[in-house]
Structure formats: structure tokens, C-alpha cells
């Protein structure tokens, strides 16, 4: 299951996500929770999308869920696949499936999350299946 790793690019930071990067470096998936409606949304936001709160506030999530859909991609120097994994805390992300056999993916599949280096050193969350 060792396969060539593909290079990625660095996130683009802003004042709503640096946080979230911050955690990703340290290996730590976070999200954020509204605490007026309790709704957990992502990508962080500083207004809850949910009841335009901005008291929201940030924890770290368990880094478990599902895939939703994917889709891999063969024809590429070095194959890989996209996902949206839907995480136990109910937010779906678009994301990386790695560590895995492409033709063993399938819908509703318990996945964790994982890291990968970025080309400078930041850290983008991906997903391997458990
Ligand atoms: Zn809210």
C-alpha cells in the first residue's frame, strides 16, 4: 500500500481559519460550535451560518466519520481520491482518502483522520479508513 506521495499545496490562511491551521500543525482537527444554537458548522466561520451568532467558539473533534462520496482519480501522475467525509460531530468536508487501497473505498466506510505535510510546512487533515 506504499504509494508515491502527492505534493500539497499550503492552505490560504485568514483570521476565520487561522486557528483551525494551528491545530492541523500540531496534528489536532478542531471545529467550531455555536454557543447560542449549539450548532457545530464548517469551514470556520466567525458568524454561526446557522443563526448568524457570532458567539462561536472553538473544540477539538474526534476526528471520526464517514465517507459520504468520492471519487478516485486515476489518470493523474499519481492517483489519489477526493472524499466528502462526514464526521461524527455532523459536518461533512471535502477532503483526501489516504493510506488505502482505492478499490476497498466505499460509501458509509468508518474513517479516522490523518496529516499531511504540506510544500511549507503547514498540515492539511486528511482520512484513512479504520
Ligand atoms: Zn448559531
Same mark, same amino acid.
Not at 483551525?20 to 457545530?40: F, M, N, R, S
Not at 464548517?42 to 466567525?46: L, N, V
Not at 451560518?49 to 493523474?76: D, F, L, M
Given at each position: ?5 502527492? +505534493?500539497?499545496? $499550503? #492552505?490560504? /490562511? !485568514?483570521?476565520? !481559519? &487561522?486557528e ?21 458548522h464548517?469551514? *470556520?466561520? %466567525?458568524i454561526? *451560518?446557522?443563526?448568524? @451568532?457570532? !458567539? ?10 464517514? %465517507? =459520504?462520496? =468520492? ?5 493523474? *501522475? %499519481? *492517483?489519489?481520491? %477526493?472524499? =466528502? ?5 455532523? +459536518? @461533512? /468536508?471535502?477532503? !483526501?482518502l ?9 460509501? $458509509?466506510?468508518? +474513517? &479516522? ?6 510544500e ?5 487533515? /486528511?482520512?484513512? #479508513?479504520?
Open positions: 500500500m506504499s504509494r508515491e506521495e502527492r +505534493v500539497y499545496a $499550503d #492552505p490560504s /490562511m !485568514n483570521m476565520e !481559519n &487561522e483551525y491551521w494551528k491545530a492541523t500543525k500540531q496534528g489536532k482537527l478542531i471545529l467550531k460550535k455555536c454557543d447560542d444554537c449549539g450548532e457545530t464548517f469551514f *470556520p466561520r %466567525i454561526c *451560518p446557522h443563526c448568524q @451568532s457570532s !458567539n462561536t467558539s472553538w473544540y477539538e473533534a474526534s476526528g471520526k466519520g464517514r %465517507i =459520504y462520496s =468520492y471519487s478516485v482519480v486515476r489518470r493523474a *501522475p %499519481i *492517483p489519489y481520491a %477526493i472524499a =466528502y467525509v462526514t464526521l461524527d460531530e455532523g +459536518v @461533512s /468536508m471535502l477532503t !483526501n489516504v493510506d488505502c487501497d482505492f478499490d476497498d473505498l466505499a460509501v $458509509d466506510k468508518e +474513517v &479516522e483522520v490523518t496529516f499531511r505535510d504540506t511549507g510546512g503547514e498540515k492539511l487533515p /486528511m482520512f484513512r #479508513p479504520v
